[in-house]
């Protein structure tokens, strides 16, 4: 199952990798792509438990950083 | 972003009055700067606690904030100030120049139209194009952006499509043609009926399409978030060395200096300018791509392309037009004419392609009462009597069989040979065409040195040897079943150097194996084909082979800016931590060298988008 999410706030490139890094090592996360310059983030993970998945990732991002958006496109 | 303006507006005032008035009592001096410092400061300390209370500790804003910390340390206020109100404002210039580039890249793929009047009940409604549904009309007026696909069912107009093709000159539209959203309408007013949903439609295929290429990573991105991986500690760990190893071992010197030293490393520890540059660099390559033509649907393959090293081309509808055209008329005492209408009225009836090019040559009414009879010979031609003379048309065994001496025709093609009361009167050749485009796109293959341009073809040997040697082609596979030329492929592809490319083109039809084989598939004519978009790599809006070229050069491009950047950002970080490693740069210097190397990287990437010249 794919997902697509527009990403605002994010400071640099660099957080944008970090952040990738943290959310593809979640449970269920087939493959995670974040662009800093498209502002998109592009979630790939099983079908069966997304409720569960999105909120883990919303978590992550309020964790490594807060003052950032995502809106399900 | 205003109240950040503010706060580093106060601080450099701040700033100035500390360093230009030397005030009696220096602890004025000083409380002035740790004031500056806390306006300008606070929010990246903030973000620096917070992140290191989960353990981020190679993280930019704990590193500016260690640095300017240590700075006051060691009494060097005006320093620490420095540090930090540079690193504002070189993050202010940068968000800037990511906005703008940003904004200057999806303009160029600004075809999303915002609404569509929809007519319902005699009365037009404009609605949200995604609120539309497949069969209901709708009005374009000029000017207007066409919403959705779909056929016109009243009116005519000229459209501009080139937001999707890169074509320039107006297509002119009617009464039953199709339309796809995208374009705009330039004259007219059209109606169109709805052929597929907004979600289906060309116009949100082509963004999405562009808009997911960023996300597929190429080599050089890769390679810098690994390199920024072990960059920042490496560089935090010397400075921690430098820190404390020289004053112990080096006799008179103090150990403020050498920590002086350690924390211009950190200033220069993110690896922010080059993290940023290399994807712009790719989006940009892909927009300034898309304005052409051409959609690339991936960062991978457009930095594949510039290794290009052997280039296959299919035939038919390829490198030909793929559609039968009459090529010559030889009219023996009767005239051209004369013999293209006998012919045209003799396949009036059949709708095979070699008849509709004899009508489409001939370009004239056919007055049916002239036609008195017609006997289709199958495998043979046609046998007929237009007005009062009795005709004959088809190929050599016809006239063999009917006993006509007529001289053999050696060209290349299909030939149609005709006889008017059993008296040999001349020949008609159909063949298909080279396209004009493929010899310029020949050329300027052969003008960047690519090293084997090849043609494969399902079609009989001489006439795939005639178009291979006419376009000058390296080599030509003929009479190839389609997992024959999966085969081919695969022989070629252990041809090319460790690190060169085979690239693919073929007109998408039946050329699914073959594209996914090869190191990159290239689809072309795919408006409106959305197999041709799901199957390629690369997808040339227009059935121009030349197009490729032109990917081609603007991969070199991107790539040669892509390399600039990398090595033009890592040699003056090197060279700015050599400096202060030596004590021979102030931590001035060093914000500087860090700011100025991410706003030149992040412009020399948006000159991608000038494409005029490729």
Redesign the interface.
Known sequence: MKSKFKIKGLDCANCASQLEKSIQKLDGINNVSINFITQRMDLEYAETKKEKILENVRKIIKREEPDVVIEEV | MNKKRIKITISLILFVIAIAIDFDNNLINNAIYVVAYVIVGFEIIKKAI?NIS?G?IFD?NFLMTVATIGAFGIDEFPEAVAVMLFYQIG?LFQNYA?DK??KS?SSLMDIRPDFANVEKNGKIQKLDPNDVKIGEIIIIKPGEKIPLDGYIIEGKSSIDTKALTGESLPKEVKEGEEVLSGSINLNGVIKIKVSKEYGDSTVSKILDLV??A????SKSENFI?KF?QYYTPIVVIIAVILAIIPPLIISGTTFSDWLYRALSFLVVS???AL??SI??SF?GGIGGASKIGVLIKGSNYLEQLANTEIIVFDKTGTLTKGVFEVQKVKAIDVSEEELLKLAAYSENYSNHPIALSIKSAYNKAIDEKQIAEIQELPGLGIVSKIGNQNVLIGNEKLMNEKKIDFTKCDDIGTVLYVAIEKKYVGYILISDKIKDDSIKAIKNLRKINIKQIVMLTGDRKHVGENVAEKLGLDKVYSELLPDEKVRKIEKLLKEKSENGKLIFVGDGINDAPVLAISDIGVAMGGVGSDAAIEAADIVLMTDEPSKIVNAINLSKKTMKIVKENIIFAISVKILVLILSALGLTTMWGAVFADVGVSIIAIINSLRILSVKNI
């Not at chain 2, 960023?214 to 990573?217: F, G």
């Open positions: 917070r989960r981020k930019e993050e990511v580039s940003r890249i808009e997911n960023s996300n597929k990573k978030t920024a993110c690896p922010c993290v940023i994807p712009l989006f």
